[in-house]
């Protein structure tokens, strides 16, 4: 069950399980001791393998481990362009327990912390202090790296034992992320608290996710200046200045991007959500998965759309999504001129490192000029396809769109 970017899809990735989803009445048709092969770079699953098909897969793994394995030489070197542009490359979690092996993969912090897993995995609302214990041992594993802690987003195919808002019709377009946090004040300002109390101990970043407009981060950041007020009070130390940022992941949220700026320090866009939003496909349906493209017209325009709003804000833009992690996204990406970071799960990151290590901003901006001017998603994904394995032969051998 479930789509590519779906609970449990990111969760495998995170791991750095290969894995398939969505292959209906699998299990009907193996039996325990089967030998299977899971081609997670392909998406193929091969019950009882032939000798010959065996022997295939183990050298394609070897060989696949032996390019992973030369990625991670001068892995600790920045993401820089041939010239000179340099884009931060992080990671994201879901857990302060995968924070020890960032640097393994080259990390510069972490650019989104998924706060809801620890509501998740708890019998009850997690305390103040509980989430303070969290948020600062995670502050303080990664400084002087920055970490950006995502405020709960609840909802969908993440919901909770002890909340009783999992049977609404449709939890995508329900009472989910901000949305949850401003309908229960309460609840949020005991995460701000411990967000804030952590930030004494190193670089932390708030970060507001479900965004449709200007009005709730306002609304957001009334709540976050009262429980300030409160900390002030009663003297509790915290980083006064910390920077405040929206996910960009609703059609709203991009149209009215250019307001939105205004109320924040920094956007990072959500495209799992985004792409689900804009194209009107359900990222856990399997059965629509093939319409979930990320390459079609209107997701790049968008892109675009908030990069150039950025640009006149004067404000750091930055990806958070799968497509942040893509290494077929990531020269149009640079193209877009005012690329902050990506954030992303922590074994994409030598590859996307790769890319950036080997391209210039000149070629980047007339391939995402090339790439707008396409008006069909099979355009573009052959087009992508083809010029990336161009300019990168050893890079994109396989994994075709």
């Known amino acids: 069950m479930g789509g590519k970017t779906s609970h449990v899809g990111i969760f495998a990735s995170a791991l750095g399980i290969p894995s398939v989803v969505g292959i209906k009445s699998l299990t009907t048709k193996i039996n325990t001791g089967d030998q299977i092969i899971i081609d997670g770079i392909n998406g193929h699953v091969i019950t009882n393998p032939t000798k010959k098909t065996l022997e295939h897969y183990k050298a394609k793994q070897l060989e696949h481990k032996q390019y992973e394995r030369k990625l991670l030489i001068n892995i600790e070197k920045p993401a820089i362009t041939l010239d000179n542009f340099r884009v931060r490359l992080m990671a994201n979690i879901e857990s302060i327990h995968e924070i020890k092996g960032l640097k393994k993969f080259g990390a510069e912090g972490v650019g989104l912390y998924r706060t809801e897993f620890l509501y998740l995995s708890s019998p009850s609302f997690p305390s103040e202090i509980d989430l303070f214990k969290n948020f600062k041992k995670a502050a303080q594993e990664i400084t002087p790296q920055p970490i950006i802690i995502r405020t709960l987003d609840i909802g969908m195919d993440k919901q909770p034992a002890f909340l009783k808002s999992n049977d609404e019709d449709n939890p995508a377009l329900g009472l989910r992320g901000i949305r949850m946090s401003l309908a229960n004040p309460e609840l949020f ?19 507001y996710p479900m965004i449709s ?15 300030k007020d409160e900390m002030r009070e009663k003297q509790i130390p915290f980083s006064d200045d910390i920077e405040i940022g929206a996910v960009i992941e609703t059609p709203s949220a991009v149209i009215c991007s250019d307001q939105i700026l205004k109320e924040v320090d920094f956007i990072s866009i959500g495209t799992n959500d985004l792409i689900q939003y804009i194209l009107a496909v359900d990222r856990m349906n399997e059965q629509v998965a093939h319409l979930y493209q990320p390459y079609n017209p209107a997701i790049l325009i968008a892109l675009k759309h908030v990069f150039d709003n950025a640009v006149v804000a004067g404000k750091k833009v930055s990806i958070c999504g799968e497509l942040g992690g893509d290494p077929l996204a990531t020269l149009f990406l640079l193209g877009l001129s005012n ?45 992508l396809n083809d010029e990336m394995r161009k300019r990168y032969p050893l890079d994109f051998q396989q994994n075709p769109i």
């Open 213 to 227: 407009d200007a009005q709730e981060v306002i609304q957001a950041n009334s709540i976050l200046e009262k429980v």
């Open 339 to 383: 690329l902050d970071s990506l954030s992303m799960d922590p074994h994409s990151i030598p590859h996307v490192k790769k890319i950036i290590c080997q391209s210039d901003m000149n070629d980047a901006r007339k391939f995402a000029k090339q790439l707008l001017n396409l008006n069909r998603t099979t355009e573009i994904n052959c087009f």
């Open 189 to 207: 300002s005991t995460q701000l608290r411990a967000i804030l109390r952590a930030s004494f101990y190193g670089n932390v970043k708030i970060m």
